[in-house]
């Protein structure tokens, strides 16, 4: 790459004028999401930190170092950065191997790797990734979240073992051998308040609560709990004690590992918030420069890898906020309780966090997601238990790894199987005419050929979703050969989309088994429900002519020939 073309790539990625018009739209908004975001960052954060293995303040440094640096240069406008339970996963072995200043080491150089993906547009690809691979390592990171919790929440110190579920099973014999009840008593407590409180009144901050509540106990009764201990009043001077150019390549890989995670999270997490606005897209090569550079400065205050947070990104998408603003508000707030209450701070006691990681790793699995993943394909299913078991067994790359793999391997399988060659006869204007004329109506009909699977599926997407001055949209299936999970959930996502634009969506041809599909996997159950379900191309034109016509819809009869 040339030089000037390498200057053009990066001054791309930089914040410009559009930024700066966002944050001036509305910052009454953005500045009560932020506090919002803040009161439900700050004992996840807490928690992330201590469950890294750097520490409460460790978690501290991050969410207030990465969710500003991330929320300026980063590609989404709603996107909330911090320490989250999936970078714990990878952070726990490397700090066993490198110590605490090897991490700092890990995380710059993932920093700078993410800063190379973003030039090197890399953000695009992440998007290929198929939805059971995406639900199966979530639900796997959420065991193990849960089991690294396990020694904190019975009040057990130094159990040991070289897997997650090795180490709880080892505090479970130590606990057995001397048991407590109070440690026990107070994780649990948290997490029903989490959980109960969560369904009874969402918006409000019920880890917070959980955790104050528990801290007042101990402090009035004088529990005998480990608490978090002593919080620096303020983030460190900045340093570069960790840099140690000679462990480079022994620290490549898990940096590499570092980074893909960061970059898998990140961009999960902002297509999460895309979903929940209307008119928000995420830039996702800008969002891996953001978070690279996040990263890069993280460890320069002690902290840990960062990530774009789902959690903490949908309050702030709930809670209002329009612009990178909120998020920079989250670590202005966090910021000032640092400097202002630390003291509070170090007297929580540790059990309590391992309740807010409970509730949470409860709370990060969607069972009617992954049921209705199970019962869409026989592959999808494979490829979601494989991916959530080497999650808990071995680790979370390894798992990303093997799932895509096999995804990938069952995908060529059913292209092949679905391919044939018919002899068709010649039509070279393919009823150009007649939808030229559907288009004058606001109408316009959209063919699909071959396989929508998880590679093809989101390039589908983005040409679906770019329609514009319609009123009504007609998909014609009768030549999808196949579908499967993730080509179900875009096309379900494209049609939610569309329909957000009160675009009337209409399919034709469907056939019952690639329906059964849609509706489990992709959400389109109620298109039959709703008469939006034809059998046949020129039934559904009719209908949809009644639909722009102002008519009310009566029976269609079906016509011959999809």
Request: no cysteine; net charge neutral.
């Amino acid at each position: 790459m040339k030089p000037n073309d390498l200057l053009a790539r990066i001054g791309a990625l930089l914040p410009g004028r559009a930024d700066l018009a966002d944050v001036r739209r509305s910052p009454g908004r953005d500045l009560v999401a932020g506090i919002t975001v803040a009161i439900v960052a700050l004992p996840l954060a807490l928690a992330f930190g201590v469950a890294s293995g750097l520490g409460a303040e460790a978690g501290l440094a991050t969410a207030i170092v990465a969710g500003i640096v991330a929320a300026v240069f980063g590609g989404s406008n709603l996107q909330v950065s911090g320490p989250t339970g999936a970078m714990t996963v990878v952070l726990l072995p490397v700090v066993a191997r490198f110590g605490t200043q090897g991490v700092l080491m890990v995380g710059a150089m993932a920093g700078l790797i993410l800063v190379i993906f973003a030039i090197a547009r890399f953000g695009r690809y992440v998007a290929y990734l198929p939805i059971p691979v995406v639900e199966g390592f979530t639900a796997g990171i959420a065991v193990v979240i849960a089991l690294q919790q396990v020694p904190a929440a019975l009040g057990v110190s130094g159990a040991s073992g070289d897997k997650v579920w090795l180490i709880a099973a080892d505090a479970v014999g130590k606990f057995v051998g001397n048991p407590s009840v109070t440690s026990i008593a107070i994780a649990l407590g948290v997490a029903a308040v989490m959980l109960i409180g969560a369904r009874l009144r969402p918006g409000l901050p019920f880890s917070l609560l959980g955790i104050a509540g528990a801290t007042v106990l101990v402090q009035i009764f004088s529990l005998n709990v480990k608490l978090l201990g002593a919080i620096p009043s303020g983030l460190p001077a900045p340093s570069l004690d960790f840099i140690n150019v000679s462990a480079f390549g022994a620290m490549l890989p898990s940096a590499l590992a570092i980074a893909a995670l960061a970059a898998l999270e990140s961009l999960l997490s902002a297509t999460v918030a895309d979903a929940m606005s209307v008119n928000h897209k995420t830039d996702p090569d800008r969002e891996l420069f953001g978070q690279g550079l996040a990263n890069l400065a993280v460890p320069l205050f002690g902290g840990v890898p960062a990530t774009g947070a789902i959690a903490r990104t949908a309050v702030n998408v709930r809670a209002g906020a329009s612009s990178r603003m909120s998020a920079v508000v989250h670590s202005l707030v966090l910021a000032a309780i640092v400097y202002s209450a630390s003291g509070l701070v170090g007297l929580i006691p540790l059990a309590a966090l391992a309740g807010v990681l409970f509730a949470t790793a409860i709370q990060m699995v969607e069972s009617a997601s992954l049921l209705a993943l199970a019962r869409s394909t026989r592959g999808d299913a494979i490829v979601l238990a494989l991916t959530f078991t080497v999650t808990v067994a071995v680790d979370l790359v390894t798992a990303v790894a093997v799932g895509v793999g096999v995804a990938v391997v069952l995908a060529l399988r059913a292209v092949t199987a679905s391919a044939r060659l018919d002899e068709v006869p010649i039509d070279i204007g393919d009823h150009s005419a007649e939808e030229h004329a559907l288009f004058e109506e606001h109408i316009v009909a959209y063919r699909l050929d071959g396989p929508l699977v998880f590679a093809a599926a989101h390039r589908f997407l983005l040409e679906l979703t770019d329609v514009a001055q319609v009123r009504v949209v007609i998909l014609r299936m009768s030549r999808v050969s196949t579908i499967d999970a993730t080509g179900a959930r875009v096309l379900g996502d494209a049609i939610t989309h569309l329909e957000r634009r009160g675009i009337v969506v209409i399919l034709s041809g469907l056939r019952a088994d690639q329906e059964e599909v849609l509706a489990e996997a992709g959400g389109t159950g109620r298109l039959r429900a709703e008469g939006l379900l034809f059998p046949t191309t020129p039934a559904a034109i009719e209908y949809a002519r009644k639909i722009v016509n102002d008519r009310e819809p009566a029976s269609v009869a079906p016509a011959a020939g999809a």
